[in-house]
């Protein structure tokens, strides 16, 4: 599988440290570590999922990193709920119909496309590789 584990668990960190630090202040590295794992754990079984499905498991690595950078407020504290959910969606969009059937989301992915089509993708945020 063409995964970058390291560089998810890093990430991880990252999402788990700014989350964390958005809902009380600078948390204890030992919660940091507990919300960390959390976040790793529901990334590496979102990524052998795609794997197994015959898809870019590296694509669980990007998406992590995008929620690191604009979702990472969380009110959930140490929950994760909120990471696999949001992490579900980003991968239903990389790739359609994994997650949930045809028919509850064709509408929806077509004007998606529609509008990504209409409006070009720039940033200024740096990707991972």
Not at 61 to 83: E, K, Q, T
Not at 84 to 90: K, P, T
Not at 104 to 123: G, H, M, Y
């Amino acid at each position: 599988m063409n995964f970058d584990n390291k560089e998810l668990k890093n990430t991880c960190t990252q999402l788990a440290k700014s989350a964390n630090h958005s809902y009380k202040g600078q948390a204890s590295a030992a919660f940091v570590s507990v919300l960390s794992n959390r976040f790793h754990i529901v990334a590496c079984k979102k990524a052998l999922s795609l794997h197994s499905k015959g898809k870019d498991a590296e694509v669980v690595n990007r998406a992590v990193w995008y929620i690191s950078l604009v979702h990472s407020s969380s009110p959930y504290n140490d929950h994760v709920i909120w990471f696999r959910e949001l992490l579900d969606s980003l991968i239903e969009l990389a790739y359609p119909h994994t997650h949930f059937p045809l028919e509850d989301s064709q509408e929806f992915l077509q004007n998606f496309i529609l509008c990504v089509a209409q409006k070009p993708v720039t940033s200024t945020h740096s990707q991972p590789k």
